[in-house]
């Protein structure tokens, strides 16, 4: 009740538009099936009219309905039943996806038809303009809740559209951090897997192959490295630093160079030495150009 006082107070309505209102009924009720013919008139010239009013069944509830409805503007009762019977109205507008502006344009053509009817059948000129503003005053809270049922339905929509879009990014963002940590404990392996690798190339010195075993070892390290590497950008980026490129180049270059390491025991793999020397070269030109940029 205390928000229907509030739109009555915030349009000026008070208890002499309720009489004047009123005391326009049995005029409005005589001119009722007029009112409905001018406004089907209207409506034909809108170009969706036809979308919305397919059958002759639904014209027919529709007439009803608009006729029913011109002549509560004038019923003097104008409480919570009333007001909730708007809010009504209005929704069912919203469900049928009915354009806000074909709502106002409408109610503009009524507001114009009443008052013609108002100013033709009373001559009295201050009569007159008191019972125009009450037929003004009226429509205009009639429209402001209608008007307010389409406000409510984009709210309703933006809100749970809201809590869908705040879900996702909350569950990707989790999914993601989880993804991270799988990466880390896969670091952390392999990191073990290495120090094995590692200890296995010492194997080939003991045995008395001290080449291979020197060459094989410092690989070894070279790969121990890298995964050290990669495990402290990885947990860098979990603390939200910058996530570092040049790290995965360079396990491609330790790669290669591991390689070259291994390859170089073989005197007979000349050609693939220098292919895999070339794949250096580009690799540390690619790992400078992004060190500058970073």
């Known amino acids: 009740m205390e928000k229907i006082d509030r739109i009555k107070a915030h349009y000026g309505f008070t208890m002499d538009d309720t009489n004047n209102l009123r005391q326009l009924r049995p005029v409005m009720e005589a001119d009722k099936d007029k009112f409905v013919e001018a406004f089907y008139g209207y409506l034909k010239n809108l170009?969706?009219?036809?979308?919305?009013?397919?059958d002759e069944e639904t014209i027919k509830k529709h007439r009803d309905a608009v006729g029913q409805?011109?002549?509560n503007l004038f019923s003097g009762e104008y409480g919570g039943g009333y007001f909730k019977e708007l809010e009504r109205v209005?929704?069912?507008?919203?469900k049928i996806n009915l354009p806000a502006h074909y709502v106002n344009a409408a109610m503009h053509f009524v507001k114009r038809y009443l008052?013609?009817?108002?100013r033709r059948e009373i001559k009295d000129s201050?009569?007159?303009?008191?019972?125009c503003g009450s037929v003004e005053k009226i429509l205009d809270i009639n429209l402001d809740v209608f008007t307010s049922s389409y406000m409510e339905e984009e709210k309703r929509?933006?809100?749970?559209s809201h809590r869908v879009e705040s879900y996702l990014i909350q569950f990707a963002g989790r999914f993601s951090y989880g993804l991270n940590l799988m990466l880390v404990m896969g670091l952390v392996g392999m990191g073990v897997m290495v120090m094995w690798l590692f200890v296995y190339d010492l194997t080939h010195i003991y045995q008395g192959d001290i080449e291979k075993g020197?060459?094989?070892t410092l690989g070894s390290?070279?790969?121990l490295w890298v995964v050290i590497e990669l495990m402290d950008t990885e947990v860098r980026h979990l603390k939200g630093k910058k996530f570092a490129i040049k790290v995965f180049i360079s396990v491609a270059l330790v790669a290669v160079i591991r390689k070259i390491l291994i390859i170089s025991l073989a005197t007979e793999k000349v050609e693939a030495q220098l292919s895999l020397i070339a794949a250096v070269a580009v690799l540390g030109g690619v790992y400078w150009l992004v060190s500058k940029v970073e």
């Open 47 to 54: 170009e969706e009219a036809q979308r919305y009013l397919k």
């Open 69 to 71: 409805w011109m002549l």
């Open 90 to 94: 209005g929704m069912a507008h919203v």
């Open 115 to 118: 008052l013609d009817v108002v």
């Open 126 to 131: 201050r009569e007159q303009a008191y019972s």
């Open 157 to 160: 929509v933006a809100f749970l």
């Open 214 to 216: 020197l060459l094989s």
């Open 221 to 223: 390290l070279l790969m």
